[in-house]
């Protein structure tokens, strides 16, 4: 009898799921880092005062020209969801600091890299992740132990840290500007007690003509559009009583649309001479209320004033801006006192706003009109920026703006900081010197955070036509040496005091700059999978 055939066992394939997901995960991770590296290197030769300018063309053929991070990558068209993150990423620097906004993507840029280098030798995410954290808390450390108190009395120290900031915008050789910021900040705080400055109190207009020397701080309103010249209406005001007016000036029109058939002759005068009655008992009530200055707001549903309101207006000698923006509304009133008016019955006297002049001043570009002499100056102040043409004019805002903003970031955080690269380098040093204090694997990735750092003095060298590799050696030598305060001096080509040079910067931008960089590497190393949504 022949023995029972047995089958055999079928062979299991090992499965690659595992593997499979291993490598999605990775290809993630990689894909991210290369679209957000790329970003960081379109702008890092923006860096520093030797930093080149960027063009950019919007789809209507409008040019603009920046070497500011934030407003370079808002203006550009990102598709990788990781390349978007650093633009939000120069934007949160933006609102939080106002300067270091390409410092900030490049130093992301570069602890990017760190991080492939890292994980190509097969260190796991998490333990990157909590280094680098363990590696910001001690650079924050070792940024506050080299920072110098100031004091907002001390103008010449905001005025040295505002220069530092202009120095690497298209407006630098002009050296009103910062003390223009200075004051103006100054003009809105009580330096005593200020924790935080306001920046909607400083309102800036720009005006083609002239250059940017001719910019100038006013204590008081400027407006771009012109004064009402119908009939020959006043130009020029002294000891003004001012109203603000958002109600039309004009015959009132039915809610739906309406026919009137009118069939008498006698009849159809009486309705045409209806509205010149009316018209001029709104025009008396103004005027009796003692107001000689009016501003008019920009009305939606039809014309806020006619002919006939100007005409009557420019004979009882009161002047007329119209069109003012509904947003500077609030502005207007913080400046002059007035009450804005939604309706003729309501017009008084105590609604009135007080100037000691109001005129219209003639420029190269039209002309403006100017309300100064106002009876409580420090709530508010106008900046009015001139410029030879729009690019300039419109670079010298931002430029202006980033400069308000780091005399802010002082406003917070009264301290000062050196600048070219000489924070960067310290902290490099003494983060790598603590690296040797822990053990393991976050260790090391410890010590590439220090190594990334150097990526701004390294920068700012090869932007400034130095060779990058003999001047942070030098630098990096410098520090050894106890100098914490050396740093590359562009304009001499060498390593020099930078505090002694005047190139200074808040504390409040660099330690921003490192903690925003990190958390956006953080999160992005945490991300494994890139889902779409329905």
Avoid: W
């Avoid at 005001?237 to 004009?250: D, P, R, T, W």
């Avoid at 060498?494 to 921003?512: D, F, G, K």
């Amino acid at each position: 009898m022949s023995a029972p055939a047995t089958s055999a066992p079928a062979k299991v394939s090992p499965s690659r799921s595992d593997f499979d997901e291993k490598e999605k995960e990775k290809d993630v991770r990689t894909s991210n880092i290369v679209a957000a590296r790329a970003v960081a290197d379109a702008i890092r030769t923006s860096l520093g005062p030797k930093g080149m300018d960027k063009m950019i063309i919007s789809p209507n053929n409008e040019v603009l020209i920046s070497n500011d991070g934030a407003t370079i990558l808002q203006n550009l068209e990102l598709r990788h969801p990781a390349a978007k993150m650093l633009a939000e990423l120069a934007k949160a620097q933006d609102i939080e600091a106002g300067d270091g906004t390409t410092s900030v993507c490049v130093i992301a840029g570069s602890l990017l890299g760190a991080v492939s280098q890292l994980m190509a030798k097969g260190i796991h995410p998490s333990i990157i992740s909590e280094a680098f954290n363990l590696a910001l808390n001690k650079s924050l450390e070792v940024l506050v132990s080299m920072s110098v108190p100031v004091s907002l009395t001390d103008r010449v120290s905001l005025v040295k840290s505002a220069t530092t900031s202009l120095n690497s915008k298209v407006v630098s050789q002009y050296t009103n500007l910062a003390s223009i910021a200075v004051d103006a900040v100054l003009s809105v705080i009580n330096p005593a007690t200020a924790v935080n400055v306001n920046l909607k109190d400083i309102k800036l207009i720009k005006k083609l003509g002239g250059t940017i020397e001719d910019t100038e701080l006013v204590q008081g309103l400027v407006f771009d559009q012109t004064a009402s010249h119908t009939a020959g209406g006043p130009t020029r005001v002294q000891n003004a009583k001012i109203g603000l007016i958002q109600f039309c000036l004009s015959a009132p029109k039915t809610y739906m649309d309406n026919n009137i058939v009118v069939s008498d002759y006698s009849k159809m005068d009486k309705v045409i001479k209806e509205e010149p009655k009316l018209i001029l008992e709104m025009c008396r009530k103004i005027q009796k209320s003692g107001c000689n200055v009016l501003l008019v707001q920009k009305s939606i549903l039809r014309d806020a004033v006619n002919d006939l309101s100007l005409h009557y207006l420019a004979k009882l000698k009161i002047l007329v801006i119209k069109d003012i923006e509904r947003d500077d509304i609030e502005f207007i009133c913080n400046t002059i006192g007035c009450q804005p008016v939604a309706n003729i019955d309501s017009f008084t006297a105590d609604k009135l706003g007080k100037a000691d002049l109001v005129e219209e001043v003639g420029t190269s570009d039209g002309k403006i009109v100017k309300i100064t002499g106002i009876p409580n100056p420090g709530k508010t102040v106008t900046v009015l920026c001139r410029g030879s043409n729009k690019l300039v004019l419109d670079e010298a805002e931002r430029s202006l703006h980033d400069a308000l903003c780091v005399i802010r970031s002082l406003v917070k955080k009264k301290f000062l900081i050196a600048g070219g690269g000489a924070p960067e380098i310290e902290v490099s040093q003494q983060v790598t010197a603590y690296s040797k204090t822990l053990t393991g694997i976050t260790s090391y990735c410890v010590r590439a955070f220090a190594e990334a750092l150097e990526i701004i003095p390294y920068t700012l060298a090869e932007n400034a036509g130095l060779h990058p590799i003999s001047i942070v050696t030098e630098l990096r030598n410098k520090h050894a040496q106890g100098e914490i305060n050396s740093g590359i001096n562009v304009r001499k080509g060498a390593i020099t005091n930078i505090l002694q040079e005047n190139v200074v910067q808040p504390l409040l931008v660099s330690t921003s700059a490192l903690t925003l960089a990190t958390e956006t590497v953080v999160m992005l190393l945490k991300i494994d999978d890139i889902a779409t949504a329905r």
